[in-house]
């Protein structure tokens, strides 16, 4: 049986740590650090996610300010939002929470806001750092993922690592960090043929397909180390994610939980990433980022 990797225990104990940080900041007399979360439209998940953040955010005494616009915002409108953010030196981060209506060029939004606010970690500057293993934002739920898989004590290093899907959120950064720490790393998506085989040969599978249990117990190898990030609502209104627990939870050495598990990870990263934004701001100490 697979030892649980409590994502929700895990996360509660870094926002502790990320409290304590706050707290000296205000001991000093510093203002507190301040998150801008941007909300285009009414997608009753974003709004969910959007919530979670504001009250993660209270509860370890950040400021947070959400921006709710209608779905019918223009592209223009919204850039224009972006770039008021960005020349507000009370903000420290900026989120801008997707999806995106169709009328909105992610990418182009994304771009705009700057990479020290950048606290998703999506824009090509924090991309291009992250490629070239230097200091910047990392995406929250692949840097998430590296905590969790910290935790287990296991050594990364010379391991033969498959993540399941390619986006830009999970999937691409997912495989640098993974190289960085000296993983041998297989990028399985939607082209790949071969998938299955691929995935058993991994000590460690990443699952970010968007794919409801997609992973198989004939996809994984004995006492490997699964990481669930997907999340979806099955026919029976359960929550189940990318792999097909109940298979695969007797073969793996440790498995994360949906829920519980990579979730809470992701917004105790985005609060981790506020955080250094603003004390980076505070010492004016990044070398590659433009403040």
């Not at 033969?160 to 993983?183: E, K, Y």
Request: proline fraction near 6%; aromatic fraction near 2%; charged fraction near 20%.
């Amino acid at each position: 049986m697979a030892q649980l990797i409590d994502g929700k225990a895990i996360a509660a104990d870094i926002r502790l740590d990320l409290k304590s940080k706050v707290e000296q900041h205000l001991a000093s007399g510093a203002r507190p650090p301040a998150l801008s979360v941007v909300l285009v439209g009414d997608d009753p998940a974003s709004g969910i996610y959007v919530n979670f953040k504001e009250k993660a955010c209270k509860q370890i005494g950040m400021k947070t300010e959400t921006h709710r616009l209608p779905k019918e915002t223009s592209e223009s409108e919204l850039v224009s939002l972006i770039d008021q953010l960005n020349n507000d030196p009370e903000v420290d981060g900026i989120l801008v929470q997707l999806p995106l209506p169709k009328q909105i060029d992610k990418l182009r939004i994304i771009g705009r806001i700057s990479p020290i606010k950048d606290v998703d970690g999506l824009g090509a500057k924090n991309q291009g750092l992250l490629s070239l293993g230097l200091a910047g934002h990392r995406p929250c739920t692949p840097l998430g993922v590296m905590k969790l898989l910290e935790t287990t004590g296991i050594d990364l290093s010379g391991k033969q690592a498959a993540v399941i899907g390619r986006s830009i959120l999970v999937g691409s950064p997912m495989v640098r960090l993974l190289g960085h720490a000296n993983a041998t790393v297989t990028n399985i998506h939607s082209r790949t043929t071969n998938a299955r085989a691929l995935a058993r040969e991994a000590d460690i599978i990443v699952a970010a397909a968007g794919v409801p249990e997609l992973v198989k117990k004939d996809w994984v190898k004995p006492e490997a180390v699964l990481i669930d990030v997907g999340i979806h609502r099955n026919e029976g209104g359960k929550l189940v994610g990318d792999l097909a627990f109940d298979e695969v939870e007797p073969i793996a050495s440790h498995i994360t939980p949906v829920p519980g598990g990579v979730g809470p990870m992701t917004i105790a990263m985005l609060l981790s990433n506020c955080i250094q934004a603003y004390e980076w701001r505070i010492t004016g100490d990044h070398p590659y980022l433009v403040y």
